[in-house]
């Protein structure tokens, strides 16, 4: 009995995957549209004029190095960038030593009580920010803190999540070079930066990252506790492009805004891979 042979249909199986992966193209590269066009609008309206920004022109302008002269020298951009940085940075190194330290502390010593304190540690995490600042204002105040960099960096120096992401990242070491390094003689602060630090970088990068970021964007604490322009921060100093007399030139505000973007850019930039690996917590660094 002769049996027939059934056509070979892989071409009509193939169209329908390139459709597939066609469609999947189209809806990502609208859904990255969508989420960037904020900020493609906020570089079109930064180089355009005072006559140009208020109209639905999206066609870039040539008055972009202009509008940020008017940002940089009218509302102090510059100052507030410097501020920004020096806080920014130092909470940035305090945050990551500290938190080394506390986890270090959590995972190869014996005290007591160290289960529930950790778990102390990690209930403040739940604590809004905004919950904290009429206690947190009362103690600057107390301190004579007020309009100084102090009041905007030692409140945050303390992180739960770095303690948690180093801790984990340390539960993954062996303890058995703990032991060795104990043997050769090693103290506590030699296993930490001799051992234990090169082995962190990515986590350490993740955290950096992360804390920069945070700590750049610091609006509400800053506007509380600083009144003086020499120490204020830039997410503050921007506001005051806003409603001024002449009214409000919003190619200067996009401006300022745009180039207020770029040190938190440029870091990400920098440490994207860190950061993938140290958010990931893997075992491989």
């Known amino acids: 009995m002769a049996v027939k042979s059934v056509p070979y249909q892989q071409a009509p199986s193939r169209r329908r995957s390139q459709r597939q992966v066609l469609l999947q193209h189209v809806v990502l590269s609208l859904a990255v549209f969508v989420v960037a066009f904020p900020l493609i609008f906020a570089v079109i309206k930064a180089t355009q004029d005072s006559s140009q920004v208020v109209s639905a022109n999206l066609i870039p302008g040539s008055s972009f190095f202009s509008n940020l002269k008017d940002a940089w020298q009218a509302a102090h951009l510059g100052t507030y960038m410097r501020n920004s940085f020096i806080v920014a940075i130092t909470v940035t190194v305090g945050k990551t030593l500290l938190s080394m330290m506390a986890a270090l ?6 005290f007591p009580f160290k289960t529930p304190l950790f778990a102390l540690v990690l209930f403040s995490l739940m604590l809004p920010a905004e919950l904290k600042i009429v206690a947190l204002f009362d103690l600057v105040s107390d301190l004579n803190w007020v309009n100084t960099y ?4 030692v409140p945050f120096l303390a992180s739960a999540t770095g303690t948690f992401l180093f801790r984990q990242h340390f539960m993954n070491i062996p303890r058995s070079m ?8 090693a103290s506590p602060w030699q296993f930490l930066w001799m051992i234990l630090i090169p082995m962190s970088l990515n986590t350490i990068g993740a955290l950096g990252v992360i804390q920069f970021v945070y700590v ?6 800053p506007l509380v506790i600083i009144r003086d322009v020499d120490h204020q921060v830039v997410q503050v100093g921007l506001r005051s492009l806003l409603g001024s ?41």
């Open 150 to 153: 102090q009041a905007i960096i």
């Open 245 to 285: 007399a002449d009214g409000t030139n919003w190619g200067s505000v996009m401006a300022g805004t745009i180039v207020s973007l770029l040190p938190p850019l440029v870091m990400f930039t920098l440490l994207q891979e860190q950061f993938s690996r140290g958010i990931a917590l893997s075992q491989e660094k």
């Open 216 to 221: 750049w964007d610091q609006y509400l604490w």
């Open 178 to 185: 703990a032991e060795a390094a104990q043997i050769d003689g």
């Open 105 to 110: 502390a959590f995972v190869y010593f014996r």
